[in-house]
């Protein structure tokens, strides 16, 4: 009998299909990169989109400006592509490589009957109806609107359709994941780290260079510190591969060492003070719930190197003017003048380190406060575009209202000499469309981190009372 041949079949698997992303007007104004942002897939801009961008277009905001952006940056695209703009338009050149989807722009008009309760006058309802048509034209496709707006959101899953929050701006999708610059170390460190471990002392400090199972782990200026009969604080000072030297702190928690009268009520304050006081740090972020102590403990080491190491030539302060309740309207005044009610916080601390400066009485207390507010300038976020900061101790307050590119463009205002510390709670950010995640101060501290030259502490413990740190916890 002849052997039965087999014929070997091969089954292709179909290419999965590439999904469809709708962009609502506020993804573009909140991040006009994003058309570049959905690396194989399609995106789909309506003329409603369109008609937004040019109505936010004009003044000198953020929003305006990123309106304008997303303009250009569409009309580059299209002016690149020879071929007319019905069949999509190929994003891989215009990218440079980042997408390898197309844009689609609406080129007809759209006739969906929308339920009685969803007026066409208004501007998201019509985006709705574009989503709705694709839908009903690709079944097969994923089609999904992509909006910042959570009731559009909600109005687009009410109506079947598929919608989801931009996430590409977003570095962390969980704030617990955030770096807080300390590590607990286990009891037994030293048992398995400590074979042919190196150690010396210099300009009161000692120095530990060590390898083991945790050092490839560790970041550049990372707090290690352990409890016990002898504890230990100490920072990493170089890390290469894994090898890691590890360097003893100052203890600010001694009123020996004390900042402008102010000594470190806990670990992380101390650890705080050891970036803030340290000339190789350009720049420090310290993240905590108010009461923490991060002003003032900014503003004593920023006035100690001021005005007795004359490290830097004075203090700038600027804060994002973003308010709680209602606005109060045009502020009469200077550029300083109008800042003021937004610097109640500079104020208050400066009233209790002028209690720390000694004896001397009234007058003497008065002078200080004059010497004091003479090196300090407060500036407003608008007119800092352009600016250059040489030699100056810069502190951005309130730093998780702004947006990642608000933030790059403060910390390049830094010139030769200058320290930038940025201080903030990412619980508390009152600007629309950021969240926890896509801060620009949870962006400064991922970014950040493992730098030679920077430093980053989350502050644990409130120190202001016991109200505070009651109400903190159960309102």
């Given at each position: 009998m002849p052997a039965a041949t087999t014929k070997k079949t091969t089954r292709r698997r179909a290419a999965p299909k590439t999904k469809l992303f709708v962009l609502d007007t506020n993804v573009l104004m909140h991040d006009p990169t994003s058309l570049y942002r959905f690396e194989e897939h399609d995106i789909y801009v309506p003329i409603m989109t369109l008609e937004e961008l040019d109505n936010n277009k004009k003044g000198m905001s953020e929003v305006a400006r990123n309106a304008r952006q997303a303009s250009r940056m569409m009309d580059e695209i299209v002016t690149a592509s020879p071929d007319g703009i019905e069949a999509g338009i190929e994003l891989k050149g215009p990218s440079?490589?980042?997408?390898?989807?197309?844009?689609?722009?609406?080129?007809?008009?759209?006739?969906?009957?929308?339920?009685?309760?969803?007026?066409?006058?208004?501007?998201?309802?019509?985006i709705l109806a574009v989503v709705m048509f694709l839908a009903e034209k690709e079944p097969g496709r994923g089609v999904i609107l992509v909006s910042k707006d959570i009731n559009m959101r909600i109005k687009a899953r009410a109506l079947g359709l598929e919608a989801q929050d931009y996430f590409n701006d977003k570095v962390l999708e969980d704030t617990d994941l955030l770096y807080t610059g300390t590590r607990e170390l286990p009891a037994d460190f030293w048992e398995t780290h400590a074979k042919g471990m190196e150690s010396w002392k210099n300009d009161g400090h000692t120095y530990y260079r060590l390898q083991g199972p945790l050092t490839a782990d560790l970041q550049v200026n990372e707090f290690l510190y352990q409890d016990g009969e002898t504890p230990l604080e100490t920072l990493v000072k170089e890390q290469s591969g894994r090898v890691v030297v590890l360097e003893t702190l100052t203890d600010y928690s001694h009123q020996k060492n004390n900042i402008w009268g102010i000594t470190s009520r806990n670990r992380e304050q101390n650890f705080a003070l050891n970036l803030l006081m340290n000339p190789e740090i350009d720049f420090v972020t310290l993240l905590g719930q108010a009461g923490t102590g991060k002003t003032l403990l900014t503003l004593a080491a920023g006035?100690?190197?001021?005005?007795?190491?004359?490290?830097?030539?004075?203090?700038?302060?600027?804060?994002?003017?973003?308010?709680?309740?209602?606005?109060?309207?045009?502020?009469?005044?200077?550029?300083?003048?109008?800042?003021?009610?937004?610097?109640?916080?500079?104020?208050?601390?400066?009233?209790?380190?002028?209690?720390?400066?000694?004896?001397?009485?009234?007058?003497?207390?008065?002078?200080?406060?004059?010497?004091?507010?003479?090196?300090?300038?407060?500036k407003s976020l608008n007119f800092m575009r352009g600016r250059t900061f040489i030699n100056k101790f810069l502190i951005i307050d309130e730093a998780q209202n702004l947006t990642p590119k608000q933030m790059k463009t403060l910390i390049t205002r830094a010139g030769p000499g200058t320290k930038v510390v940025c201080l903030?709670?990412?619980?508390?950010?009152?600007?629309?469309?950021?969240?926890?995640?896509?801060?620009?101060?949870?962006?400064?501290?991922?970014?950040?981190?493992g730098w030679l030259h920077s430093g980053h502490i989350t502050l644990q413990r409130g120190e202001r009372s016991r109200l505070a740190d009651h109400a903190a916890e159960v309102l």
């Amino acid at each position: 009998m002849p052997a039965a041949t087999t014929k070997k079949t091969t089954r292709r698997r179909a290419a999965p299909k590439t999904k469809l992303f709708v962009l609502d007007t506020n993804v573009l104004m909140h991040d006009p990169t994003s058309l570049y942002r959905f690396e194989e897939h399609d995106i789909y801009v309506p003329i409603m989109t369109l008609e937004e961008l040019d109505n936010n277009k004009k003044g000198m905001s953020e929003v305006a400006r990123n309106a304008r952006q997303a303009s250009r940056m569409m009309d580059e695209i299209v002016t690149a592509s020879p071929d007319g703009i019905e069949a999509g338009i190929e994003l891989k050149g215009p990218s440079r490589d980042l997408a390898t989807g197309k844009l689609f722009l609406q080129t007809e008009a759209i006739n969906v009957t929308l339920p009685a309760a969803l007026p066409t006058a208004k501007g998201d309802n019509q985006i709705l109806a574009v989503v709705m048509f694709l839908a009903e034209k690709e079944p097969g496709r994923g089609v999904i609107l992509v909006s910042k707006d959570i009731n559009m959101r909600i109005k687009a899953r009410a109506l079947g359709l598929e919608a989801q929050d931009y996430f590409n701006d977003k570095v962390l999708e969980d704030t617990d994941l955030l770096y807080t610059g300390t590590r607990e170390l286990p009891a037994d460190f030293w048992e398995t780290h400590a074979k042919g471990m190196e150690s010396w002392k210099n300009d009161g400090h000692t120095y530990y260079r060590l390898q083991g199972p945790l050092t490839a782990d560790l970041q550049v200026n990372e707090f290690l510190y352990q409890d016990g009969e002898t504890p230990l604080e100490t920072l990493v000072k170089e890390q290469s591969g894994r090898v890691v030297v590890l360097e003893t702190l100052t203890d600010y928690s001694h009123q020996k060492n004390n900042i402008w009268g102010i000594t470190s009520r806990n670990r992380e304050q101390n650890f705080a003070l050891n970036l803030l006081m340290n000339p190789e740090i350009d720049f420090v972020t310290l993240l905590g719930q108010a009461g923490t102590g991060k002003t003032l403990l900014t503003l004593a080491a920023g006035l100690t190197q001021v005005l007795e190491t004359k490290r830097y030539s004075e203090i700038i302060m600027t804060r994002v003017t973003v308010p709680v309740g209602e606005d109060i309207g045009f502020l009469p005044g200077t550029e300083e003048e109008k800042m003021a009610p937004w610097m109640g916080a500079l104020e208050d601390n400066l009233d209790v380190l002028n209690g720390t400066t000694g004896e001397g009485g009234d007058w003497g207390r008065a002078a200080t406060r004059d010497l004091i507010r003479s090196r300090i300038k407060i500036k407003s976020l608008n007119f800092m575009r352009g600016r250059t900061f040489i030699n100056k101790f810069l502190i951005i307050d309130e730093a998780q209202n702004l947006t990642p590119k608000q933030m790059k463009t403060l910390i390049t205002r830094a010139g030769p000499g200058t320290k930038v510390v940025c201080l903030g709670n990412v619980a508390q950010i009152d600007t629309p469309y950021l969240t926890e995640g896509s801060s620009g101060l949870t962006f400064a501290v991922d970014r950040f981190k493992g730098w030679l030259h920077s430093g980053h502490i989350t502050l644990q413990r409130g120190e202001r009372s016991r109200l505070a740190d009651h109400a903190a916890e159960v309102l």
